[in-house]
């Protein structure tokens, strides 16, 4: 621990014998969000000692110092351009906050609050790789303080899961969740892929009564028997109230063609579902609708919401949205361009194009990138840009030859 305060102070520019007396308080374990292994915290409690008012000055000169009421003001009640508070100072606060969770996870798992009152707590599925879980998102607040009226609402309820996508050996833990959830329950479906729906048939039996709201053409591609009771679709610019708290849809498609994102409006925390993910860009999913169209118009959407985290149900939450949402756009940009010159080069083909624009990827993960492949493609055809001796028909047809993984 001494070791590691005389890199705090050498970092800030402070003579080490500035460090007084300083204790463990607690130990906070990051959940396995992967791909990368997880950032286990410690945290100490102490005073600095000076000498003199000189040097004391010259250490409040370093960081913004603000009280307790105010970090909780800028987690709680976010205005656009707000400074953040990240989630270890979150963490420390969450004793204080009248928001944090007051329902009971079961203890063999390790999530993250942020902010507080939003649980993102990833569970193993059937999702692509690098990723190994996908996040289920909960929000519980049993004892929400000003009540709003939910005749405007869409659905309302005293709980929220979104996207329950874990495995069939993670059942048991699911239904012990739910069941430790309030009753009237609120289900949201980004979109139907199996990583993000496997569990329904959990939360079905746990809580017949729970309702579910997912967009039209996701609502479509979920299997009859995996859903039975009570739904509803929903559309951009509905609204939910769960618990007091106001949560808008913003329709986000570009994944698939029912893809949608909720925004928790307090705290301006957009949860994004797989537009965005923790590590590298999303796969478009052609046979379902996704188009590189509707993603960069998704991605200009988000920008202009101007979210002051983003949530993805895979991987770490983001706390730099803009710098995401245009690092994704430059990526899509530049990858669209070697595209096309893969095409001017002379590829006729899926492959030749995936072989080529692709060349700098691990050819494991070709499979998956034949479908932004196409995606790409198509947006090229969309915009007029590809060569007149380039025949996109036979491309097409060379589409329904299935790689070999």
């Known amino acids: 621990a001494r070791s590691a305060l005389d890199q705090v102070m050498s970092q800030v520019g402070l003579p080490s014998e500035n460090i007084g007396h300083w204790v463990y308080w607690k130990f906070v374990e990051e959940p396995d969000f992967g791909p990368g292994s997880p950032v286990h915290t410690v945290f100490i409690l102490g005073m600095f000692k000076f000498e003199d ?3 004391r000055d010259s250490c409040l000169e370093l960081g913004k110092w603000i009280s307790v009421c105010s970090a ?7 205005n656009p351009n707000d400074d953040r508070v990240g989630p270890l100072v979150a963490a420390m606060l969450s004793s204080d906050s009248s928001k944090a969770v007051n329902w009971r996870i079961p203890p063999m798992f390790h999530f993250q609050e942020y902010p507080p009152g939003i649980c993102i707590l990833p569970m193993r599925s059937r999702t692509a790789k690098p990723f190994h879980t996908t996040n289920l998102v909960i929000m519980a607040r049993v ?18 899961i979104v996207d329950p996508g874990c495995c069939s050996k993670f059942h048991a833990e699911l239904e012990d969740i739910v069941a430790a959830l309030p009753r009237k329950l609120v289900v949201f479906i980004t979109h139907h892929h199996y990583d993000h729906v496997d569990g329904l048939s959990v939360i079905q039996k746990c809580n017949p009564d729970a309702l579910l709201l997912a967009h039209e053409n996701t609502m479509s591609r979920i299997g009859k028997d995996a859903w039975t009771s009570g739904s509803a679709k929903i559309s951009d610019c509905d609204e939910i109230c769960i618990g007091g708290e106001r949560l808008r849809v913003i329709f986000a498609p570009g994944h698939t063609d029912g893809h949608v994102a909720l925004l928790h409006v307090s705290t301006n925390s957009l949860v994004v579902g797989d537009h965005c993910v ?18 960069f118009q998704t991605t200009y959407r988000f920008l202009e919401l101007s979210p002051h985290v983003l949530i993805p149900m895979h991987g770490r939450i983001n706390f730099w949205p803009k710098r995401m949402l245009c690092g994704y756009l430059k990526h899509r940009r530049d990858r669209e361009r070697s595209i096309l010159n893969a095409i001017e080069s002379g590829a006729q083909t899926l492959f030749d194009i995936v072989v080529k624009s692709y060349s700098d990827v691990d050819a494991k993960l070709w499979l998956y990138a034949s479908s932004n492949v196409r995606v790409h493609v198509d947006h090229l ?5 590809l060569p007149k001796e380039f025949s996109y028909q036979k491309f097409l047809k060379t589409c329904e030859v299935q790689f070999l993984s």
């Open 53 to 55: 008012k000189n040097m």
């Open 72 to 78: 909780l003001r800028l987690l709680l009640e976010v």
């Open 143 to 160: 004892n929400a303080g000003e009540d709003i009226e939910c005749s405007a609402f869409i659905a309302s309820g005293d709980a929220l």
């Open 278 to 295: 923790g590590q590298g860009s999303a796969v478009l999913d052609v046979t379902s609708g996704g188009n590189m169209k509707d993603y």
């Open 381 to 385: 055809a969309y915009q007029g840009k």
